[in-house]
């Protein structure tokens, strides 16, 4: 169809590549359209696009330049307009009149927004991920529809959409797309592809600047949907139908012919175990190269670039990975005679630079370039792991579908631990689990729900616990619930649990900070954060948050405790958390409510607190006291 395509993920940081956004790329490079990539600040993009013409342009006039040396200078003096920027450049050509006169006029174009007036993409589809990334969402859904011809041809799509699409239409004017691409004719009425079921399209992911953390994975879906149906949870409304099995092993097979094999196999399934063909998949894992034992040496890169090149696949995409791999090679190279000759040569073929180099250029440099690669690139093996991500419902786990699973490289494996009241089925299932081999676990363990401040403790309890027993290693990563449809919450992530306050959140927030979010084996590590029992949780909770972050400043106790591992002793030393929680515990009943009351706002200047009596007001002193001051 030859359409140019706009494809974009807001500039939110995620830790996953946008899956969908790589199927619409797949399907229209198959109907034969342009496809184009972006995540970050939209205005740059728009920069992106004026300083493009403005270097055609003054390719025209002035062919015997090469304009593209200058794009870093030509692109900042766009979006910010200061003449400083040219007068820095020494080629004369700069004080050429025509030259001058064509960077302002194109400067002004900018500035009238002519991107939005001349809109160059037949089509923009943007995705969307969770209801707290409204505002940067919107904001960049409501600039993208601009760069559109018409506004029937913008598809919003994704998470966000699905869940929000009314309050979504009402901030920008689109008409999201609420579910699956899961049947014929989605996007082009006559066309029989089903978007849902096409492979990834990997080369976007080399178009843009963000690295996803999860980035040398295959990811995909065995299965879709979930027979369970929990009140706080999205699925059944982003896929109400459950799909018991998907094929792995073509999309696999299209990957590693196109894009090269991938390191890990991240499987997004919702449920895999209420499937019935949960054997099968088992087993089509373990023969796409997933067995226990399996590893991966790395595909040489270098070739994988070039021949996409020569099959224009993704041109944009490829130009940028020959000038990583070529930084790479540079890099690498001991002998610096060899490393200056290759500076010289990507130098002179313009190469440095993804903005400089031509498809043709790095093209004619393959002869020279790729024994280089070959010799500076020695792929090792390395372990190949299994991450059913969404988890597994510990409800379902048994004895013969754990020995199953226990036949691939799973790592971790993930078990639901929502809720305390599920523990003595979730203690079972994790000592099936172990029992069948499989001693790397992890869970998400949902809080400020319905659940009790208590009872995230007992679930943490129960996992270190278990961790000692069992010879296990289980990684616990809380997560706070957030309301998906509530009109008041979705666009922030100020929801309270009706058994939580604002202070006990924030102070279990300031713990996770100082554990990096997740808590691992280590009955030491984990009574340091979290405490020795309830008793010393619900002091942590009501403790002032510099107290929590700086506890072996503050605390004498604890470092009397530690003495034996930890021997760090600062000026600063005192015990001014014990001397806090005795004038906390010491106040009346009626004086302590109060002083709950407060600290449960967790406002703590002084324009926040109303409240005259001295006893109540000296204990809140100690709440006052900033990460600053203990940094000092």
């Known amino acids: 169809m030859n359409r140019k395509v706009l494809l974009i993920e807001p500039n939110y940081k995620n830790k996953y590549p946008p899956m969908g956004l790589m199927k619409l790329a797949t399907y229209y490079r198959t109907v034969g359209d342009d496809v184009r990539f972006y995540k970050g600040d939209m205005r740059s993009f728009a920069v992106e696009l004026i300083c493009d013409d403005l270097i055609n342009h003054l390719s025209i006039i002035f062919p015997e330049v090469f304009w593209k040396d200058y794009y870093p200078a030509l692109f900042n003096f766009i979006k910010i307009g200061k003449y400083a920027i040219l007068e820095e450049i020494e080629d004369p050509i700069f004080q050429d009149e025509a030259v001058l006169d064509a960077i302002k006029a194109y400067r002004k174009k900018y500035k009238d927004k002519e991107y939005f007036t001349n809109p160059r993409f037949d089509k923009v589809g943007i995705t969307t991920l969770f209801t707290f990334y409204w505002d940067i969402t919107i904001d960049t859904i409501n ?41 014929p004719g989605d996007i082009d009425e006559g066309n029989n592809l089903i978007i849902d079921e096409l492979p990834l399209d990997y080369s976007i992911l080399e178009e843009i600047d963000y690295v996803y953390p999860a980035n040398n994975a295959y990811f995909a879906y065995m299965t879709r949907g979930c027979v369970n149906k929990c009140k706080f949870c999205a699925v059944p409304k982003l896929e109400p139908q459950y799909c018991d099995y998907i094929n792995l092993r073509k999309r696999i097979q299209h990957t590693d012919e196109r894009f090269g094999a991938r390191k890990d196999l991240l499987l997004l399934d919702n449920n895999v175990l209420a499937s019935k063909y949960y054997n099968q998949i088992i087993n089509e894992i373990r023969d796409c190269g997933f067995g226990v034992g399996a590893t991966y040496t790395p595909p040489n890169e270098y070739e994988i670039m070039i021949n996409n090149l020569k099959d224009s696949y993704n041109d944009r995409a490829y130009i940028r990975k020959a000038i990583s791999i070529y930084r790479e090679i540079m890099a690498k190279l001991k002998d610096s005679a060899e490393k200056t000759e290759l500076y010289l040569a990507l130098e002179t ?34 372990k190949r792991i299994v991450d059913f991500n969404q988890g597994i419902d510990s409800r379902l786990i048994t004895e013969a579908n754990m020995k199953k699973l226990s036949k691939v490289n799973i790592q971790p494996l993930r078990i639901a631990f929502d809720h305390w009241n599920l523990r003595d089925i979730y203690e079972k299932s994790v000592r ?37 027993e069992l010879g296990a290693s289980i990684y616990s990563f809380p997560m706070k619930y957030h309301p998906i449809n509530d009109k008041e919450f979705f666009m922030n992530r100020d929801y309270i649990g009706k058994h939580w306050n ?24 984990f009574e340091e954060a979290f405490g020795r029992d309830i008793d010393e949780f619900i002091k942590i909770l009501w403790m002032p948050e510099t107290f929590i972050i700086y506890r072996r400043i503050y605390d004498a106790d604890l470092r009397s405790r530690l003495s034996g591992k930890y021997t760090t002793v600062t000026m600063h030393d005192c015990d001014l ?20 009351s407060i600290i449960a706002l967790n406002k703590f200047k002084s324009d926040d607190i109303s409240c005259n009596d001295k006893e ?17």
């Open 616 to 632: 109540v007001l000296e204990v809140l002193s100690y709440y006052t006291i900033t990460r600053d001051e203990a940094e000092a």
């Open 349 to 382: 073929a313009h190469c440095l630079y993804y903005y400089t180099a031509s498809k043709e250029d790095i093209l004619g440099l393959d002869e020279y370039v790729r024994p280089l690669y070959e010799k500076t690139h020695k792929p090792s093996k390395r």
């Open 502 to 525: 604002r202070k006990f959140i924030r102070a279990v927030q300031a713990v996770l900070n100082s554990t990096k979010g997740k808590i691992g084996r280590g009955v030491d590590f």
């Open 577 to 596: 958390a014990n001397e806090w929680w005795e004038k906390f515990r010491s106040l009346p009943p009626q004086k302590l409510e109060l002083a709950k």
């Open 432 to 468: 099936i689990a172990v029992k069948s081999g499989i001693k790397s676990l992890s869970n998400y363990l949902l809080y400020n729900f319905e659940d009790k401040p208590e009872e995230l403790y007992y679930r943490l309890r129960l996992n270190v616990d278990l961790c000692e």
């Open 143 to 183: 600039f993208a529809k601009h760069l559109c011809k018409k506004p029937e041809d913008v598809m919003i799509g994704g998470i966000m959409s699905s869940l929000l699409p009314t309050e979504v239409y009402e901030a920008t004017g689109i008409e999201p797309f609420v579910g699956l691409l899961n049947h």
